[in-house]
């Protein structure tokens, strides 16, 4: 991919052309600088953040910048992780023709000036982005001046990641096909208490720190970090039917949303919370997983190798489901569509299949064998070698 230019006039202004606007590489005797983009949703911050720790533990002298905007969720994640964050104006794409399609040159001239001017004053050696906003104004400050590092997480690629490979060093991606030509797979980087998380050894704990039942079969079921409705509804109608079948839950319905549950005497617990503050443990309580499939939840469930019911958000170019097939294709998962998702569904399938041990072992060891435990490993050390160069 490298040196791939876009036509002149594609996409705001253009690199400087003289020899001293670009930077060649660390001074020798410094540490490496790596400014990372990837901000809106933990979709894109995640990865950005697992990439920063895994670039700490190779070097642990290397510096480490994060690029966001207001309006995202980096402005808690990024501070959380211990990483310096960068404002920059965001540069939205309207979809359709507006007033805002006419402020676009001026928007997209005031955010890459202002990224370059981040991007001097850490003197970056590489900017490695995610996606999103706030990636676009990476790629084209960076563009003429700093190696540039493409990630793309879902199955089908966004327009920030797909300008930014044009003149890329170097792109990957999660999963074969993203629509970026000649994208290496390496899976999502992903934090290291999930790829390092040993379900079993932590299953007795993580019961007793969620207050579940230590034995009874227990399905995961959440949907964001907002909840999603649809799961809210079809698990609450199902909840009796759950119990009485001996089948515990551990339900994240949302910080803003309720479940109206009722107790079955002598079942196993059906414990709701608003939000799920250690997914590790979550994930090592449960023996079937039901949720959404953005491209992080299906990298993690994956990686941890937890049998899943995926629920695809019905919204956008049907990413989630595109997310989801590579598990779904070798057996480690099921798909239902939101619509088919109902009290009686989880009654009919779900049920059965989180009391069928033989057949979630099974869909076990499929879905380990999608999973890609080692892609923050890899990024790093490919962020580090383009850094050098």
Same mark, same amino acid.
């Given at each position: 991919?490298?040196?791939q230019q876009p036509a002149q006039g594609d996409f705001g202004p253009q690199p400087d052309q003289t020899p001293t606007s670009r930077i060649s590489g660390p001074v020798a005797g410094r540490p490496p600088s790596v400014v990372v983009a990837g901000g809106g949703t933990a979709g894109?911050?995640?990865?950005?953040?697992?990439?920063?720790?895994?670039?700490?533990?190779?070097?642990?002298?290397?510096?480490?910048?994060?690029?966001?905007?207001?309006?995202?969720?980096?402005?808690?994640?990024?501070?959380?992780?211990?990483?310096?964050?960068?404002?920059?104006?965001?540069?939205?794409?309207?979809?359709?023709?507006?007033? $805002?399609?006419?402020?676009?040159?001026?928007?997209?001239?005031?955010?890459?000036?202002?990224?370059?001017?981040?991007?001097?004053?850490?003197?970056?050696?590489?900017?490695?982005?995610?996606?999103?906003?706030?990636?676009?104004?990476?790629?084209?400050?960076?563009?003429?001046?700093?190696?540039?590092?493409?990630? $793309?997480?879902?199955?089908?690629?966004?327009?920030?990641?797909?300008?930014?490979?044009?003149?890329?060093?170097?792109?990957?991606?999660?999963?074969?096909?993203?629509?970026?030509?000649?994208?290496?797979?390496?899976?999502?980087?992903?934090?290291?208490?999930?790829?390092?998380?040993?379900?079993?050894?932590?299953?007795?704990?993580?019961?007793?720190?969620?207050?579940?039942?230590?034995?009874?079969?227990?399905?995961?079921?959440?949907?964001?970090?907002?909840?999603?409705?649809?799961?809210?509804?079809?698990?609450?109608?199902?909840?009796?039917?759950?119990?009485?079948?001996?089948?515990?839950?551990?339900?994240?319905?949302?910080?803003?949303?309720?479940?109206?549950?009722?107790?079955?005497?002598?079942?196993?617990?059906?414990?709701?919370?608003?939000?799920?503050?250690?997914?590790?443990?979550?994930?090592a309580a449960a023996d079937l997983v039901v949720c959404r499939s953005g491209a992080m939840t299906v990298a993690e469930v994956s990686a941890v190798g937890l049998p899943g019911v995926f629920v695809p958000l019905p919204h956008g170019n049907g990413e989630q489901?595109?997310?989801?097939?590579?598990?779904?294709?070798?057996?480690?998962?099921?798909?239902?569509?939101?619509?088919?998702?109902?009290?009686?569904?989880?009654?009919?399938?779900?049920?059965?299949?989180?009391?069928?041990?033989?057949?979630?072992?099974?869909?076990?060891?499929?879905?380990?064998?999608?999973?890609?435990?080692?892609?923050?490993?890899?990024?790093?050390?490919?962020?580090?070698?383009?850094?050098?160069?």
């Amino acid at each position: 991919m490298s040196g791939q230019q876009p036509a002149q006039g594609d996409f705001g202004p253009q690199p400087d052309q003289t020899p001293t606007s670009r930077i060649s590489g660390p001074v020798a005797g410094r540490p490496p600088s790596v400014v990372v983009a990837g901000g809106g949703t933990a979709g894109h911050i995640e990865p950005a953040m697992a990439l920063a720790d895994a670039v700490r533990r190779m070097r642990p002298d290397a510096r480490i910048l994060a690029l966001g905007t207001e309006r995202g969720l980096e402005n808690r994640i990024v501070p959380e992780r211990g990483y310096p964050l960068e404002m920059v104006p965001p540069v939205p794409m309207p979809r359709k023709a507006s007033t $805002e399609l006419l402020k676009m040159p001026m928007k997209v001239r005031e955010s890459v000036k202002r990224t370059r001017e981040v991007l001097d004053a850490a003197e970056a050696d590489v900017v490695v982005g995610f996606g999103g906003y706030v990636s676009l104004s990476a790629y084209l400050g960076a563009r003429g001046r700093v190696p540039i590092v493409v990630h $793309e997480a879902n199955a089908s690629a966004g327009l920030s990641n797909k300008v930014g490979a044009r003149f890329a060093e170097r792109v990957l991606a999660a999963v074969p096909d993203s629509g970026l030509p000649g994208a290496q797979t390496i899976g999502i980087p992903l934090r290291e208490t999930i790829t390092s998380l040993d379900r079993a050894a932590l299953r007795a704990q993580a019961r007793a720190y969620f207050g579940l039942h230590p034995q009874a079969p227990t399905i995961l079921v959440f949907g964001g970090s907002q909840g999603a409705q649809t799961l809210n509804t079809a698990f609450s109608g199902a909840a009796d039917a759950l119990g009485r079948a001996g089948i515990g839950v551990l339900h994240a319905h949302g910080p803003k949303n309720t479940l109206a549950l009722r107790e079955v005497p002598g079942a196993p617990p059906y414990v709701a919370v608003p939000y799920l503050d250690r997914m590790d443990l979550a994930y090592a309580a449960a023996d079937l997983v039901v949720c959404r499939s953005g491209a992080m939840t299906v990298a993690e469930v994956s990686a941890v190798g937890l049998p899943g019911v995926f629920v695809p958000l019905p919204h956008g170019n049907g990413e989630q489901a595109l997310n989801a097939q590579p598990v779904v294709s070798a057996g480690g998962a099921r798909l239902v569509p939101d619509a088919e998702l109902t009290p009686q569904r989880v009654t009919d399938e779900v049920l059965p299949l989180a009391g069928d041990a033989h057949r979630l072992r099974e869909m076990s060891r499929a879905t380990l064998g999608t999973g890609h435990r080692e892609a923050d490993r890899v990024l790093a050390q490919i962020t580090l070698e383009v850094a050098a160069q």
